[in-house]
């Protein structure tokens, strides 16, 4: 699938900018804070009503406005998708073809999008909740049981710490929150598992691709056992959980490793490996989206060439299929490696203002 | 508003305080009813007075009635045998719309919702247990709403009356009656694959 066209009004600094991509390589060049991020998150946030720089929708629209529109049209193999996201004051209206959406399971998956920048590296280096945030979103576009799964397990998991709050907590009623926990974490868990066994196998090739010679595999590590049950050791904890009030088992506590060359590169790998390593998870995504989903998503890639040496942008761009619809942002304003005359379009963005080299 | 009256003010603070009721709406009909005859808005008064006073919760099922026992538990054409359990009053009236069931309810008035402050003495809960204790009842169907919220109270209630030796069914998720597969949400369609049932 690819994007056509993204209509952006009062988006961060992005006034009324009209962008028409191709559908294989973009680039968009320009200079420090001239737009290029914002113009990759207006299409992420079309798709997913998410941001990846923030959580706090009010930061989004232009200084001093209190709205903002997004309007994005993709072709998909089945046909158009056009999506509709507008923000007055902190409400947020959506439509998918023209029909307004009112549940986020509604909007992922019309248009799939895969997102990658500097601050991904967190993806390897930093903690696990940043693990599970992109967990739970890929697995969310692609498979929409996850997502109803992961929200019942969210709220059963708010009412049970509450409840774990209270002066007199009920035994009996703990253990019917208990018992939802166990539920939908089970689906989590099971999904959880088969999505990173695929994802290792992708991001092994992709990694192997893009950095070399050393490993790479990711490794599912479940708070709660897959053999043991979620019901029983939610069971077993639940004194210890009443004194600290709060629920300290369960799939809300899981992590995956990333090990390189079978250590965890967290700790063990340079940072060039890490980098790699955690745009060799996004690749994975984007394949295993495809085997899932029948085709590719949209891949964005914020910033990645600063940071690579010439052969390794080189074979960064050799491991991306040319059958995937790729806008890149990079701040070198001069073609070094030659994407004008291998067919790519060439965009040049300024002060919010966007034109077709 | 045009004009700052606090007794307008106060209209419009109530209105905005019944459910689905946003500040625009709250003042439309604020402004409708101070604008249409007075007629209308004795009408309107009155008729929330009398309901208010006439209105009160079924001593058997806990459901709103004018009469005590209420209709439904009055009749006995309807199986006694069987309670459907519902979180609200407007429940019981969606699947009594529906025609197809004869038994008799039973209205929780809510969920277990810590958050709310909502545990089981909060609900009719200890009102249903008397009566599956006193009368005979074979089957107790839970109708309690497909939330976190919902599906929770379903398990504490099956849990509880299992001890009985009743029999506890829950209602099925499904697709709509009439409509294609495309318009059911994925959540749905998935909840139905798992719980098909052979044809018959």
């Known amino acids: 699938m690819y994007v056509q066209r993204v209509e952006c009004r009062l988006f961060r ?24 991020t914002s113009l990759l998150e207006a299409v992420l946030f079309a798709a997913t009503s998410k941001s990846h720089r923030t959580n706090v929708e009010s930061e989004l629209p232009q200084y001093g406005a209190d709205q903002f529109q997004l309007r994005l049209r993709a072709q998909r193999d089945t046909g158009a998708v056009d999506i509709e996201s507008r923000w007055f004051r902190g409400t947020k209206r959506i439509k998918v073809n023209g029909v307004p959406q009112t549940r986020l399971s509604d909007l992922l998956g019309r248009v799939n999008v895969v997102f990658f920048s500097p601050e991904d590296v967190d993806l390897v280096r930093g903690g696990a909740a940043q693990r599970r945030r992109f967990l739970d979103m890929a697995i969310s576009q692609v498979q929409p049981p996850y997502l109803a799964a992961l929200q019942m397990y969210r709220q059963a998991l708010r009412q049970r710490n509450e409840l774990l709050r209270a002066a007199q907590p009920d035994h009996d009623h703990i253990a019917v929150w208990d018992a939802q926990l166990a539920q939908y974490g089970a689906v989590m868990t099971a999904q959880r598992a088969a999505f990173i066994a695929a994802l290792s196998d992708h991001a092994a090739r992709a990694y192997t691709q893009i950095a070399g010679a050393e490993p790479l595999a990711l490794e599912y590590a479940p708070d709660v056992r897959m053999d043991e049950s979620l019901a029983a050791v939610l069971e077993r904890s639940r004194t210890s959980d009443i004194k600290r009030r709060v629920t300290q088992r369960g799939p809300h506590r899981d992590d995956f490793a990333v090990l390189v060359d079978a250590r965890p590169a967290r700790s063990h790998a340079s940072q060039g490996q890490q980098k790699s390593a955690a745009l060799a998870i996004k690749l994975a995504e984007l394949a295993l989206a495809r085997e899932r989903v029948g085709e590719y998503p949209v891949l964005m890639l914020d910033e990645v060439l600063a940071e690579l040496d010439a052969q390794r942008a080189r074979r960064l761009l050799d491991a991306i299929d040319p059958q995937v619809q790729c806008l890149m942002t990079t701040t070198e304003l001069e073609d070094r490696h030659g994407f004008r005359d291998a067919g790519s379009a060439l965009f040049r963005i300024e002060r919010g203002r966007l034109e077709k080299d | 508003m045009l004009f700052s009256a606090p007794s307008v003010e106060r209209l419009v603070e109530a209105f905005r305080r019944l459910p689905g009721i946003g500040k625009r709406t709250a003042e439309r009909l604020a402004l409708h009813l101070l604008s249409a005859p007075e007629e209308e808005a004795q009408l309107l ?4 007075l009398e309901a208010r006073a006439r209105v009160r ?3 058997v099922c806990c459901n709103l009635t004018e009469t005590d026992p209420c209709p439904v538990c009055a009749d006995d054409r309807r199986d006694a045998a069987t309670i459907c359990v519902v979180e609200r009053p407007a429940g019981a009236m969606a699947i009594e719309k529906g025609g197809a069931y004869r038994g008799r ?14 545990g089981p003495s909060e609900l009719r809960i200890d009102r249903l247990m008397r009566r599956l204790e006193e009368d005979a009842v074979r089957e107790v ?4 709403n497909a ?12 849990q509880k009356i299992a001890a009985l030796g ?12 009439g409509g294609g597969l495309e318009f059911a949400d994925d959540a749905t369609l998935a909840h139905a694959i798992e719980g098909r049932t052979p044809v018959r």
């Open chain 1, 13 to 36: 600094c992005l006034e009324n900018v009209i962008f028409e991509p191709e559908p294989a390589l973009n680039i968009i060049r320009g200079g420090n804070a001239q737009g290029k």
């Open chain 2, 45 to 48: 008064s009155e008729a929330v």
């Open chain 2, 57 to 59: 919760q079924c001593s």
């Open chain 2, 105 to 118: 309810y039973h209205v929780l008035h809510g969920a277990l919702s810590p958050i709310e402050g909502i």
């Open chain 2, 141 to 144: 169907i839970l109708a309690t």
């Open chain 2, 147 to 158: 939330t976190a919220e919902g599906e929770v109270t379903a398990t504490y209630l099956s």
């Open chain 2, 166 to 177: 009743i029999a506890v069914t829950r209602i099925a998720h499904g697709v709509p009656m």
